[in-house]
C-alpha cells in the first residue's frame, strides 16, 4: 500500500524566505507520480507541481521546486521568495502506477508572518 | 484551463433528506471525476472514482448504497447523500482528469451540514 508521510503540522517563516515542506512516500511501484496542492482557508484545492517517477530533472513551476530523491523517497516542496498569500495548508500526495486516484499525506499548515 | 466548478458550496438540510452535489469540468472533458470527504483539521479521504458511462469504484468502507454517484456525461458527475444524517456533515470535493492528464484538477467543494 501507498503511505505519505508529512511529519511537519505547522511552519511558521518570515515573509520573503524560503521555506521547505517535507514529504516522504512509501510504495514498492516502479512508476508513480508526485504532486503538492495547496489548500487555502476557502477550501478549494490548487494544483502546484507534479514530479513523474521517472523524471531526471526536479520539477519547478515559478517559486515552487519539488526536491525529488527518489532513493530516500522524499519529494519536498521548495517555495522561494514566500508571500503572505503562501499561507494555507499544503499536501503532498501520490499516484501509484496504473491508477489515476490520488493518496494524500497528513499536510503541513504554513504560515507566513509579514 | 482545467477548471472544475461545483455546485452548491454550502447545503444546510435536515436529518433524512437527500442532498445532491454536482461536479462539472468547464473547459475539458473529464474521462474520470474522484469524489473525496475531508473532516476538519484533516487531509482527504478519496471515496470513490467514477469513470464516464460506468458504475462508479468505491473505496473501502464507504457505503455506494449512502453515497450515490452518476457520471453520465464528459463533464459532468453528482454524488447524492441519501437519508443524510449529522455524521455525514463534511467537506466533500470532486476532481476531474482527462485522458491524458496526470493531474487532477479539483472543484471548489461544498460544505455540507446536516441538522
Known amino acids: 500500500a501507498q503511505k505519505i508521510t508529512q511529519t511537519q503540522p505547522g511552519m511558521f517563516v518570515q515573509e520573503k524566505e524560503a521555506v521547505t515542506l517535507d514529504c516522504t512516500y512509501d510504495?514498492?511501484?516502479?512508476?508513480?507520480?508526485l504532486f503538492w496542492y495547496k489548500q487555502p482557508s476557502s477550501g478549494e484545492m490548487i494544483f502546484l507541481i507534479y514530479?513523474?517517477?521517472?523524471?531526471?530533472q526536479n520539477a519547478t513551476e515559478g517559486r515552487y521546486s519539488l526536491n525529488f530523491q527518489k532513493a530516500r523517497k522524499s519529494a519536498n516542496l521548495v517555495i522561494s521568495a514566500s508571500q503572505l498569500g503562501d499561507s494555507a495548508m499544503y499536501f503532498c500526495?501520490?499516484?501509484?502506477?496504473?491508477?489515476?486516484?490520488?493518496?494524500f499525506g497528513q499536510g503541513t499548515r504554513l504560515t507566513i508572518n509579514p | 484551463g482545467a477548471v472544475v466548478s461545483q455546485h452548491p458550496s454550502w447545503v444546510i438540510c435536515k436529518s433524512g433528506t437527500s442532498v445532491k452535489i454536482e461536479c462539472r469540468s468547464l473547459?475539458?472533458?473529464?474521462?474520470?471525476m474522484f469524489w473525496y470527504r475531508q473532516f476538519p483539521k484533516q487531509s482527504l479521504m478519496l471515496m470513490a472514482t467514477?469513470?464516464?458511462?460506468?458504475?462508479?469504484?468505491?473505496e473501502q468502507g464507504v457505503e455506494k448504497d449512502k453515497f450515490l454517484i452518476n457520471h453520465a456525461s464528459l463533464t459532468l458527475s453528482t454524488l447524492t447523500v441519501t437519508s443524510a444524517h449529522p455524521e455525514d456533515s463534511s467537506f466533500y470535493i470532486c476532481?476531474?482528469?482527462?485522458?491524458?492528464?496526470?493531474?487532477?484538477?479539483f472543484g471548489p467543494g461544498t460544505r455540507l451540514l446536516v441538522l
Open positions: 476532481s476531474a482528469t482527462g485522458q491524458l492528464q496526470e493531474t487532477q484538477y
Open positions: 510504495t514498492s511501484d516502479q512508476s508513480y507520480g
Open positions: 514530479q513523474g517517477s521517472y523524471d531526471e
Open positions: 500526495a501520490m499516484s501509484p502506477q496504473g491508477a489515476q486516484k490520488l493518496v
Open positions: 473547459d475539458f472533458q473529464a474521462t474520470t
Open positions: 467514477s469513470n464516464e458511462g460506468s458504475k462508479a469504484t468505491y
